[in-house]
């Protein structure tokens, strides 16, 4: 095989988008399912996933969120039961009419997002202010059918998520759980996955349908679209008085609870792909690498190679004893740089070559994928390898956050806003808060609003549209 | 409420199978979901799934094995490839008709299993000896329409579990891992759920449909019937060939590839329930129990109480530093009989209990669940309680093994065979091979060949239907 076929072959920066598929597809990470618009996960990616999903079990547990199981069978009455949620969702439903030979019934729809099949539960299990709060995350899949283009891990009709479901006494818990959830996201995402995000309120003509207010997690991508990360709702009793989730106070009298939900998907691979990428393929941050250090061994003679595989296996040895995921590829047959390949590609964080001149020297080259970076480290410092993963993490979120603000504007004028937008980017804009200039905007330009951004509230200027004074200044973008 | 309301109303000798739905439902492990023969597993049926999983993994993991995701959908014409296998699973599919308002072109099959569409990618992922042995785990759900009454974890239309799917370059490598497969399930099992299983053959009528043959793991339920625990089928070439499952030796040649799947599902917890639940609700093995020892602090006064609690506190951070799961209930106005009925149902394996005159006398009172043992144990001794569980959870294999064996008989003529089979239980008896014999003791008694246990070839004795000369003995049975 030639070595173009095997490597990525457009630039990230000239084709971002075939640069994406072939970033997916090549570095084994996902592949196209039989049915358009579904993907399937090789291990490289699912254990992406995993990672991000370990993670973030140890924090809802922290947070008194466990786990529970959904079936993905949804009855098409109890789906319609609020009203505007199911208008939202209609669309997308894939319908189930048939079990074997035999119609069903009612028609079953596979679960687009599983509120209405929740509550129904909640409402049954719920009966006193002891059963409060009551908290339950489920991983499981999504179903929407798309219609738009398909792309791995950011559109698919298909996608792995969590979505959590939580159920007040108080308008005032409910809330403060929102923007609990919404901090462990962004933690998440910041520590593990080495993208900044930017946390606010959605705009009411963005929020998620039958919520009161949506907040939400968005980072800006290198091609200068904005991606949705996360929402976590605050739903009020918008479900609870539909599906009648009511508990009695410790004075016994009835009340309806108020209620939140919130979910993050394998979109996040997806970012994780697109913001750390680059032409040699995927770039991993150490946290979720399923192989954190690659050791490539280097010989040519039978006696050479015994020795070189000892002082692998002792190396490996000492960092497995630091809990690092280490893998020393001995494959045969094959040269050194076909693997240096092969591992960019796959982007593992950091390589190890030991040939029997570095064994003389008492030392191994070393090699950053990020930065592509090559230095000696002589045997004595091996265990520090550790910190040096550390600070491979923590570079990639400095070079991430850095890019995202190369990509994020201030703009003050309409003109500047419809000249600037084809390139992309974060555009900080005025907005007056009315849905029409919103709409107009999207209209001309195809930009949303993104987020409202927190802890701006009080800033004041003109709306970037219509010119009226203005307190919000949310963030505006063309997003995925 | 009444204390009967919240308790079990039947016991487990009299109405097997109401105690079982009673123990489900009022332990919180599940609770039924809108469409008929769908469950919803609450937390604390979950977790203990999610303990099953955590040691599959790591069990797979050390045997090579990674995880994958698979859509759950799967085109009619591909489902249909394998024709044997299509038909035995056709009458149980859902399938999807519409997506939105628009018709879907070829319809789509909720999983039933996924081998079809796993192969289809393997055939993709493939090229040579190099790629091969390939080793995938799915953690994912399956649906099958359930024509017959449904039943929590033992029969439903959708049920989690994990399907593995190996491919390897040699028959006999193949044959190798359908083995080792079976014994990580049989030790999970037993270590974990503390039950025994009894590992063999299926017969040629009762193998999975496309597989050459299947090897299972069995039990028999304190009611007499079977329970197949898990099954990990030798697939030949039955799937490499249609599917164009291929690879090239080291000699460049092209050969089909051999090929295993295998799953166990939540059935396990079906079991688990059965087998060790009594009249006061579940008894949880030590090693699944969410909540591994629950203290109840009983006291009358504020002063006792604050005493009480700090001690609690003091014997739960001592007790959390050697990683066991506990919890103190200091519910307010709830009495310590309440909790302790509460607990029980719930199967917590160990309860203390600790009041004033306890601290005075520096102990405490320990209640085993699963032999409703109770005793004194010193202050000083807390910290041997990691024992006293790795100790009922091997009591509860023993005496599990000890209530199989007792439902195990060995049978020598057909007329005892029908006298018996009402009483339910295992049955050893020998058999011709021959499937006509199969057929009238399936028809006759509502008993199927189980499983024809291995170690055991070299048997001979006259076949408990016909009378011909048999080498085999299996394990007959009614079964769930």
């Known amino acids: ?79 319609g039961k609020e009203k505007k949620h199911f208008a939202g969702f209609n669309p997308e439903v ?48 999504a179903l929407r059918a798309e219609i738009k283009a398909t792309k791995p891990f950011l559109r698919t009709s298909e996608f792995l998520w969590q979505e959590g479901h939580t159920v007040h006494a108080t308008e005032e818990e409910a809330k403060k759980e929102v923007i609990k959830i919404l901090d462990i996201y962004k933690n998440t ?33 290198p091609d200068g679209k904005a991606l949705q990360m996360g ?55 150490p946290k979720v690498a399923p192989i954190q250090v690659v050791i490539v061994p280097i010989y040519n003679s039978e006696e050479d190679k015994r020795q070189v595989l000892d002082k692998a296996e002792e190396i490996k040895k000492l960092l497995e004893s630091k809990l690092i995921r280490i893998h020393i590829d001995d494959r045969n047959e094959i040269s050194p740089g076909y693997k240096f390949n092969d591992w960019e590609m796959k982007g593992i964080p950091l390589r190890i070559e030991i040939g029997p001149k570095d064994i003389q020297k008492q030392k191994v080259v070393l090699a950053k994928r990020h930065n592509r970076e090559k230095f000696d480290l002589m045997f004595e410092n091996i265990g520090k390898i550790d910190l040096i993963l550390d600070e491979i993490q923590s570079k990639m979120l400095d070079s991430a956050r850095k890019q995202a603000q190369e990509n994020t504007f201030d703009i003050f004028n309409y003109s500047d806003f419809k000249e600037k937008i084809g390139k992309g980017g974060f555009f900080k804009a005025y907005w007056c808060g009315n849905q029409e200039c919103e709409d107009t905007i999207k209209e001309e330009t195809g930009a949303d609003i993104r987020v409202i951004e927190f802890g701006k509230e009080n800033n004041t200027g003109k709306c970037v549209y219509c010119n009226e004074q203005s307190t919000k200044m949310p963030l505006f973008a063309r997003g995925y």
């Open 1 to 79: 095989m030639s070595k173009e076929k095997i490597g990525i072959t457009v630039s990230k920066k000239n084709d971002f988008s075939e640069w994406y598929t072939q970033v997916v597809l090549k570095a084994k990470l996902a592949d196209y399912a039989p049915v358009k618009g579904l993907i399937v996960l090789r291990p490289d990616g699912y254990s992406i996933w995993e990672a991000l999903k370990n993670s973030f079990d140890k924090k809802f547990a922290k947070n008194g969120i466990r786990n529970g199981f959904l079936p993905v069978l949804i009855p098409e009455s109890l789906l």
């Open 94 to 141: 894939f319908w189930v009419t048939h079990s074997g030979e035999n119609e069903v019934g009612d028609r079953l729809a596979l679960r687009p997002t599983s509120e209405t099949l929740a509550y129904t539960l909640y409402s049954k299990w719920i009966k006193s202010w002891r059963d409060l709060p009551l908290k339950i995350n489920f991983w499981n899949t």
């Open 189 to 221: 995402v910041e520590e593990e996955l080495a993208i900044p995000v930017i946390t606010g309120e959605k705009s009411e003509k963005e929020k998620f349908v039958g919520a009161v207010y949506t907040t939400t997690m968005e980072s800006i991508m």
């Open 231 to 285: 929402t976590s709702h605050f739903l009020g009793q918008n479900f609870s008085k539909p599906f009648e989730v009511k508990f009695a106070d410790k004075d016994n009298v009835e009340h309806f609870a108020w209620q939140t939900s919130w979910g993050v998907s394998w979109r996040l691979i997806g970012a994780m792909i697109m913001v750390h990428g680059d032409d040699k393929g995927l770039v991993l941050p």
